[in-house]
Nanobody
């Protein structure tokens, strides 16, 4: 049973920084992708950043490229999202996700959540 627990959200002024963390457990995949999604009020959930655990390759949404950095530690059990130069449009609930190996390469390319993605409960980020 995959369990993902996000933390680190909060209220920050425009131009500020936040670091989100996601503690992951319960999966046995030998290789997988992890990533961050966000959902703003009244909008659909969108992919923000993804990382391939087997080789460290990353991909970012155009809107966050150059400002956000995704990384992993603890043998891939902890996922981070460093968010700098935050803007009001970055406001939303941020979700951590684990993507199963067979969907990894397509997810890394498109940032779209495939079937059977495992999700955390989300953490609120407000930029105001």
């Amino acid at each position: 049973h995959v369990q993902l627990v996000e933390s680190g959200g909060g209220l920050v002024q425009p131009g500020g920084s936040l670091r989100l963390s996601c503690a992951a457990s319960g999966y046995t995949y030998s290789s997988y992708c992890m990533g961050w999604f966000r959902q703003a009020p009244g909008k659909e959930r969108e992919g923000v950043a993804a990382i391939d655990s087997s080789n460290g390759r990353t991909n970012y949404a155009t809107s966050v490229k150059g400002r956000f950095t995704v990384s992993q530690e603890n043998a891939g059990n902890t996922l981070y999202l460093q968010m700098n130069s935050l803007k009001p449009e970055d406001t939303g609930i941020y979700f951590c996700a684990v993507v199963r190996p067979r969907y990894c390469s397509e997810y890394l390319r498109s940032l779209q959540a495939p079937d059977f993605t495992d999700w955390g409960q989300g953490t609120q980020v407000t930029v105001s």
